[in-house]
């Protein structure tokens, strides 16, 4: 039986390498072979118990790799190319795509009700934290590298891209609209970049890491807040002359920025999430206007699918965004234990790690 290396999800606070077999795949799926993947914060949320997986699930979904094998049924690919795989995998046939919400097909309940979505990869079934990969409905989810484009260059778009970007999407940026995106960490960049492409005239970011809002300005932000010397909320009235943003991104999972994106709104605005929250939200009335603001709050899961994914690529090649500041650190699939020490810790002004198998 031929193995591989895998980081799996061994008890709460202990995600290790183990061997395990090499999936096998049937006839709609494909076997990548990983080249280069990373950790996320939902990958956190895994070693630390916040997300219930198996025990033995081989964690990670954000791949880059190479076709080592196909299914019968799978067109359009061939052996051998470089691919990109989305973090969320629609099938692209259930009544969640066939509605334009492809991110939202999951196996779900008896109800179709999908907690997780269409996240699969190290939820359940095994992950890209390994030397290989088994991807479902593979014609639907892999998407070709264009040519000259490193693994690193493309690194971001499986998820944290496609998510940040997602996030300034769903806020309905307008050319000239003003935007504040609550933290900037990897997503939070993400959606400063996205927000900068959709056309916003005015970007303001916060956070209180040197190094997180100096990439800020970088990614697209006109002004950054650091909360721990300033006030945020008061800054950006400052800012705006008291009119309040067009669209604000929460991009940290936190009561305390929910409701920061929330007092900064203009009657009319739009609060667009990203957060995972694993606590209930409140909601103060003064800060949605009584109710009658017409504010608008909408969440986001991220897109998945092989033409997502060749949009985020097309836009890296073109050169209209880099992300390539974003992995600050190179280590090995080996070192697996330490690279989530230093991740979950947040120490040496990591953002994202590449991992590559040794």
């Known amino acids: 039986m031929s193995v591989m290396k895998a ?19 049937g006839p709609t799926d494909a076997l ?32 880059v790799g190479v076709i080592e094998k196909l299914g019968s049924a799978v067109k359009g690919f061939e052996e051998g190319l470089r691919v990109i795989v989305g973090a969320v995998t629609p099938s692209g046939t259930s009544n969640a795509c066939l509605c334009g919400q492809c ?10 009700y999908a907690p997780f979505g269409g996240w699969r990869f190290g939820n359940n079934i095994d992950g890209a934290q390994a030397e290989y990969l088994k991807v479902p409905d593979a014609e639907v989810n892999m998407a070709v590298v264009p040519d000259g484009l490193t693994d690193e260059q493309v690194l971001m778009c499986p998820d944290i ?34 927000a900068r492409l959709l056309g916003a005239s005015k970007i303001v970011t916060v956070d209180c890491v040197p190094g997180r809002l100096a990439i ?10 650091d909360f ?12 705006t002359n008291g009119r309040g943003v067009d669209v604000a991104i929460e991009a940290l999972g936190k009561q305390v920025t929910f409701q920061n994106c929330l007092e900064v709104l203009r009657p009319g605005g739009t609060l667009s999430s990203l957060g995972v ?20 709050i909408v969440t986001a899961l991220c897109p998945g699918g092989k033409d997502r994914m060749r949009r985020l690529m097309s836009i890296v090649a073109s050169g ?22 230093l991740f979950a810790n947040q120490r040496d002004g990591v953002l994202k790690i590449a991992l590559t198998p040794g």
């Open 161 to 194: 891209m496609s998510t940040g970007f997602k996030g300034a999407e769903n806020g309905g940026i307008q050319i000239g609209d003003t935007v504040a995106v609550f933290a900037q960490g990897p997503i939070g960049l993400c959606a400063t970049a996205g």
């Open 277 to 296: 929250y694993t606590e209930d939200l409140t909601i103060p009335a003064s800060a949605i206007h009584l109710g009658i603001g017409d504010n608008k």
């Open 320 to 341: 209209r965004v880099d992300l390539s500041e974003m992995v600050t650190h190179r280590m090995k699939l080996d070192q697996i234990v330490d690279a989530y020490d």
């Open 103 to 112: 991110s939202q097909d999951g196996p779900g309940t008896p109800h179709g």
């Open 216 to 225: 800020s300005k970088k990614m697209g932000a006109d002004e950054v807040i």
């Open 7 to 25: 980081a799996v999800f061994v008890e709460k606070d202990r995600i290790e390498i183990e061997e395990k077999a090499i999936p096998d795949i």
């Open 32 to 63: 990548i072979r990983i080249t280069t993947t990373t950790i996320c914060g939902s990958d956190v949320h895994i070693l630390t118990g916040a997300y219930p997986v198996d025990r033995g699930r081989t964690i990670g979904h954000e791949p």
């Open 228 to 239: 721990t010397k300033v006030n945020p909320i008061d800054k950006i009235m400052e800012l």
